[in-house]
């Protein structure tokens, strides 16, 4: 009996001695915890809130850390464009890492896979892959002159001062920026396979549907505030 009484007021006093190295001497709600790194306080050793110390994380000049080496991993003025256009992966990092006024070079690469398309969809129209070529967009660019802006341009204008659109039906403003409301993939498809008047693949007149990815706006309503969706129905 007293050995059962020996071993519980052993255990009673190792835990004791367990929470007494935890207790905050000092009252300041200091207490050294790793745990603490995450809770949004400045507490324990910390040097800013959660970060700084002996266990958070360093904390960072005005919150932002500069130092070391970034890589680009994509060019995302125009969605898709690299993606679309951009043959082999090695090609596609190295498009994504190079500098806007270097991408002059790869206006050929693009204007082979834009041809590339027309041939694939010749064959599936069981003509000549000769007798299928680009034809020249809405806006009356020829496969160069457009593989041209979509490689060496894939970058989109800040126009504080004026109207930013990746096309509102004008030739004349396209590609300054783009809205959310705006479709970029669909009018990037009509520039790619709707010729002249945009309806060339339209799915019409036995043509394959090649101008819409078939995706819209669903729900979303770009005159409200974020996230774009009405509020829900009460049923």
């Not at 809130?49 to 005005?62: Q, R, S």
């Not at 991408?103 to 000549?128: C, K, M, N, Q, W």
């Not at 007149?205 to 819409?212: A, E, G, S, V």
């Amino acid at each position: 009996m007293i050995t059962n009484k020996l071993k519980i007021f052993s255990v009673l006093l190792f835990a004791s001695l367990l929470f007494h190295q935890c207790k905050d001497d000092d009252d300041n709600g200091n207490v050294i915890d790793q745990g603490n790194c995450f809770d949004g306080i400045q507490n324990g050793d910390e040097e800013g809130i959660d970060c700084g110390g002996n266990y958070c994380p360093p904390c960072e000049e005005d919150g932002i850390n500069f130092n070391g080496t970034y890589v680009q991993e994509d060019s995302m003025g125009r969605p898709g464009i690299n993606t679309v256009f951009g043959g082999a992966n090695a090609m596609k990092n190295d498009y994504n890492v190079s500098l806007v006024s270097e991408r002059e070079s790869y206006s050929a690469l693009f204007e082979t896979s834009l041809e590339g398309y027309h041939d694939i969809y010749a064959v599936a129209l069981g003509i000549p892959v000769e007798e299928l070529n680009y034809e020249s967009n809405i806006f009356g660019w020829n496969a160069a002159k457009f593989t041209k802006i979509l490689s060496q341009y894939d970058a989109l204008q800040v126009a504080p001062n004026g109207n930013t659109t990746y096309y509102n039906g004008n030739s004349n403003l396209v590609f300054t920026g783009r809205k959310l409301s705006d479709d970029v993939i669909d009018i990037t498809l009509t520039l790619m396979f709707g010729g002249t008047n945009g309806t060339r693949f339209d799915g019409n007149n036995d043509t394959p549907q090649l101008t819409t990815d078939g995706v819209g706006s669903g729900d979303r309503d770009y005159t409200l505030s974020f996230p774009y969706l009405e509020s829900p129905l009460n049923e």
